[in-house]
């Protein structure tokens, strides 16, 4: 199952709980009547239970969803990885069209114009990294290509007019006998801590 | 508790019906900006991208100012019937903010403005239309800021000499010191000011940060030398804009504690549950909006871990409070179902289907491969559709059915439901599907399935606004077959005071 089935899947059974608690409560609208103050005693009970359960389930899911954060601690920041700087415009990415397979791909995000967003999009077609490119700010964004193939780049922040169109194209290739070279890679500045990696909690 | 018989309407229901009528035509239009957009995405109608980003502007900035004015209206009216206000201001406030719409409207289809109604910095001033119709555009959303502040200033002063200052609004005593309350003869506010409270409050804190974006923009517009911050500006927007839209449902949370304890024939009354929900409320709602930047790494952390989880705590307020409360009412009662009872408990479900939706968007680790696709759409359309706008509807349906003699048929009824609900159900579900397949949002032409999806959507949306129409002419005969003998409801505490 991929990534977009299992968010659906996820999304349409806690939904379809939502529903049947509506459905079943409209529906006993056709069982005697009871009284107020008597639902109110059996309804407080059962809020009570709610509330402490759904307190704790969302307090257990922020606790469990930490460790996917995309943003990167400092020792993460020092492994090694290949920069490469990422320039938006109005509506272009200026980047590489070749990336190495199984390699730590540092992506140093930034706009020249307007906010635009960098989502990668693999072979088939699914969105696995993404990071804002804001004029005047630089997103690290850490990204390893684990299967070879056709890659794209879509803009994912509203910017003007030629939004839809503003993609880039890239190619993943595997192990080949001289290190791909890297046109656009350079040694950043030291200074600059990256502050941000992606992980992806279905891989 | 004596209501006013007269059949005449009072200055609290003139205004009432002037922003909710004020307030569905615009919604009308936007739904038909929206129709249109979505049948562009389908390949079916073709759109320059310019015009159809306008539209996006329009229809965004529409929605979301339309649906604020209906809440602004009907809560206005429910406050008015425990203290007196001013009717002239909030007719004002209202001029104010149909000026602005006039503007919005100028600024997008003459001058084709395709800032969005989120208009990041620096876009406005770097986008392909001219210049002046990104000042009227901002200079209109001033205007729309202007008057919300009033109604927020005039709410929050209302609730707070009702009910003895901030404590008293609060209910602080009530659920500290519960005996000497008591022993003292005192009485809670009632639900309803409860979102008069945190409207007004979190609603002026907002129209101050838009206050200082929009005259930070205004004066980058006529001096291009000023430079601002874009992270700053990011927040600032997002600050203002989650916070208006979202105020919308929790504002008509008042319709629910009215409307459904009228359709359920029951009694819903201030409890320490509800008032401790609203004060935590009141605190969330201003909390989330930095989830709107997760993707934005330069974000300060503790930020970022701070809003996953006060957006994942407002679920606790709005579903152990407002919600059950409203399953509580309706459980084992005899709720008649008419249409206005089947809306007001349908926009229950969008809001908490709409929510589930947001909590997932607001999960970090989803929100990777959400953000900025489709999903964000589908999430807020299904709250603000089908739950604000039901809300509102339903609100309206109880209005007249309470004052006319005749009775929707079961057909009539069946039609609607099905037709409104199934092609909203339709709708929606295009923008879950593309979302979670990455369908980029706010694209004049979408990549593969996105166009696919869109059609299935369209067709959905066009079987809505079938519905939504039977039920407007539903309404309208509800209207013409009104008896002039029924008392007005909701009843109005006091006699209808005299203008000052
Ligand atoms: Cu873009």
Redesign the pocket.
């Known amino acids: 199952m991929d990534a977009a089935e299992k968010l659906l899947l996820m999304f349409f059974i806690l939904a379809a709980v939502a529903m049947f608690v509506f459905v079943t409560v409209a529906w006993s609208t056709r069982l005697p009547e009871q009284e107020q103050a008597e639902v109110q005693h059996r309804g407080y009970a059962i809020r009570g239970r709610w509330f402490l359960g759904i307190t704790l389930f969302l307090l257990a899911a922020f606790f469990a969803t930490i460790p996917f954060f995309p943003y990167l601690a400092a020792a993460e920041a020092l492994l090694p990885a290949e920069k490469v700087p990422v320039i938006a415009q109005q509506?272009v990415f200026i980047m590489p069209d070749h990336f190495p397979l199984n390699r730590r791909i540092l992506f140093e995000v930034t706009s020249r114009d307007v906010n635009?967003?960098f989502g990668i999009y693999n072979p088939e077609g699914q969105l696995i990294a993404q990071t804002q490119a804001m004029p005047d700010y630089v997103n690290y964004l850490a990204v390893t290509f684990h299967q070879p193939g056709h890659y794209t780049v879509r803009?994912?922040?509203?910017?003007?007019v030629g939004?839809a169109i503003?993609q880039k194209d890239f190619t993943v290739e595997g192990a080949s006998p001289t290190p791909a070279p890297m046109p656009m890679s350079q040694p950043s500045g030291t200074n600059t801590v990256p502050s941000s990696n992606a992980s992806n909690p279905f891989e | 508790m004596q209501a006013t018989h007269s059949n005449n309407s009072s200055p609290g229901r003139g205004v009432m019906t002037l922003y909710l009528v004020s307030g569905l035509i615009i919604t009308a239009l936007m739904l038909l900006v929206g129709l249109t957009m979505r049948a562009a995405q389908a390949n079916w109608l073709p759109l320059p991208p310019d015009f159809f980003y306008a539209l996006l502007t329009l229809h965004g900035a529409g929605m979301i100012v339309a649906l604020a004015v209906c809440a602004m209206g009907a809560l206005w009216f429910l406050i008015r019937r425990h203290i007196e206000l001013s009717a002239s201001l909030v007719v004002l406030a209202w001029v104010l903010i149909m000026l602005g719409v006039v503007g919005v409207i100028v600024a997008t289809l003459v001058g084709r403005f395709g800032g969005l109604y989120t208009f990041l910095y620096p876009l406005p001033f770097d986008g392909s239309w001219p210049g002046w119709s990104t000042g009227v555009f901002l200079i209109g959303l001033v205007l729309v800021n202007v008057g919300w502040m009033i109604w927020c200033l005039q709410m929050l002063g209302a609730v707070l000499r009702a009910y003895g200052g901030l404590r008293g609004a609060l209910a602080w005593d009530y659920v500290w010191h519960r005996e000497e309350f008591q022993a003292a003869g005192r009485q809670p506010p009632p639900p309803e000011a409860f979102p008069a409270l945190v409207a007004g409050f979190d609603g002026l804190i907002a129209g101050m940060d838009a206050t200082l974006l929009g005259v930070s923009l205004l004066v980058r517009w006529l001096d291009p030398r000023v430079v601002i911050n874009p992270l700053w500006a990011k927040n600032l927007t997002y600050f203002w804009a989650h916070t208006f839209a979202n105020l919308i449902i929790y504002m008509l949370a008042a319709l629910i504690y009215v409307g459904m304890a009228h359709a359920t024939r029951r009694k819903y009354h201030t409890s320490t549950v509800l008032v401790i929900g609203w004060w935590s409320s009141m605190f969330f709602i201003l909390a989330n909006y930095s989830h709107h930047l997760y993707m934005d790494f330069v974000q300060p952390g503790f930020m970022q871990y701070f809003s996953e989880l006060s957006s994942y705590l407002t679920a606790v307020p709005v579903t152990a409070v407002t919600v059950f409360s409203a399953l509580m009412l309706v459980w084992r009662s005899r709720t008649r179902w008419t249409l206005g009872a089947i809306f007001l408990y349908a926009g229950l479900v969008g809001w908490v289907v709409g929510g589930i939706g947001a909590e997932i968007d607001a999960s970090i680790p989803f929100n990777l491969h959400l953000h900025n696709t489709l999903w964000v759409p589908a999430h807020f359309h299904t709250y603000l559709l089908g739950g604000c706008l039901l809300f509102v509807m339903g609100w309206v349906f109880l209005l007249l059915e309470s004052r006319s003699a005749r009775e929707t048929s079961g057909i009539m009824r069946g039609l609607v439901v099905a037709l409104s609900f199934g092609g909203m159900v339709v709708f929606l579900l295009g923008f879950y599907f593309g979302g979670a397949y990455g369908v980029p949002r706010r694209y004049a032409t979408e990549p593969a399935p996105g166009p696919f999806i869109a059609q299935f959507a369209t067709v959905g949306a066009v079987i809505m606004l079938i519905g939504f129409t039977l039920a407007f002419v539903e309404g309208l005969r509800l209207r013409w077959n009104r008896a002039v003998d029924q008392p007005l409801w909701p009843g109005e505490l006091k006699e209808a005071p005299h203008e000052g």
């Open positions: 509506f635009h967003g803009c994912l922040e509203y910017c003007g939004h503003m």
